[in-house]
């Protein structure tokens, strides 16, 4: 009895190595109080049942990665809005915010992307995230007038022990704070935050001239952008300039925008650009791009 319960033991475990094995993301952390001046205003934050609990979840290389953004996702919006605003007040739907009197403007920040590289992927240097949001801005009847888009970026050390989940969350939450600091210090710039600078309620668009299509996509999309660099070292003699293609973004001189100081410049996914990626505090109209 017992040599075969030992048996079973040994083929249950043996069915569990070789199944996939799982690592579980979870960044935590808080951020530090920002220092920026309020905008005077009264905002509704909305913050869905899905963008609540968002995961992303796929496998590589017979390992399944479950990453589970959406308490920390609710809980950065939280600071960032009442950081950012005099008066925030978070709800679960458009509908719900609209309702609410005295809002000067509604805003809906979801997370539209999520990528990440192993430290394995890394050459075994150190984890990087990606994390790419997006803002619908509404007027406070809830008629859509914008969208924001911007992007996190974040690394980690490699794991010197474990599956790196931990790792994994700490540049997950480095790319949450890169995104909050970038909204935190470009949205007043902004052409959409105008009105509210001064204590006025966002006005609905108007209706386009141009056709039903580009009136329900709600305008022009701003962005808050990045640039890409290349922060390896640079060698003594240089590439001259006629053997550079010319659809590359000119090369920045060394240290001109520097990395955060508490992390070392994060990559992108593997299936982005090889140049490494840092912020650049501008905007653009995306429509000009």
């Keep these: 009895m017992n040599r ?3 048996s079973l033991a040994l083929v249950t475990g043996l069915l569990v190595l070789g199944g996939c094995a799982k690592v ?5 952390g808080d951020l530090p109080k920002p220092l920026v001046v309020a905008t005077p205003a009264k905002v509704g934050v909305v913050v869905t049942p899905e963008a609540g609990n968002y995961t992303h979840k796929e496998s590589r290389a017979s390992v399944d990665y479950e990453a589970t953004l959406g308490p920390s996702h609710k809980h950065l919006v939280e600071e960032i809005f009442k950081a950012e605003f005099t008066d925030a007040k978070v709800f679960d739907s458009v509908d719900a915010a609209r309702v609410e009197p005295g809002l000067m403007a509604i805003f809906e920040p979801r997370i539209e992307q999520f990528s990440f590289a ?10 990087a995230v990606t994390i790419r949001y997006n803002i619908a801005i509404y007027a406070p009847d809830g008629s859509l007038v914008d969208n924001l888009t911007l ?3 974040g690394s980690g050390p490699a794991p010197k022990i474990g599956n790196g989940e931990e790792e994994l969350g700490i540049a997950a939450y480095a790319a949450m704070r890169d995104a909050a600091a970038k909204f935190l210090t470009q949205f007043p710039g902004l052409d ?8 006025h309620a966002i006005e609905p668009r108007a209706p386009s001239v141009t056709g039903p299509a580009e009136a329900a996509a709600g ?3 701003m962005t808050i952008e990045t640039v890409p660099i290349n ?4 060698a003594a003699t240089t590439t001259p300039s006629s053997q550079a293609p010319s659809s590359q973004a000119p090369s920045a001189p060394p240290g001109s925008v520097p990395a955060p100081a508490d992390q070392p410049a994060a990559p992108p996914a593997p299936s982005q650009s090889p140049s490494q990626m840092a912020p650049l ?6 429509s000009s791009l």
């Design 4 to 6: 075969a319960s030992t």
């Design 24 to 28: 579980a993301v979870r960044p935590e």
């Design 118 to 127: 192993n430290a394995k992927e890394t050459g075994g240097v150190y984890c």
């Design 151 to 153: 992007t996190g970026y």
């Design 192 to 199: 959409i935050a105008k009105p509210l600078l001064a204590s």
């Design 219 to 221: 305008g022009p999309e």
């Design 231 to 234: 922060d390896q070292p640079v």
């Design 281 to 286: 505090l501008t905007t653009k109209s995306a």
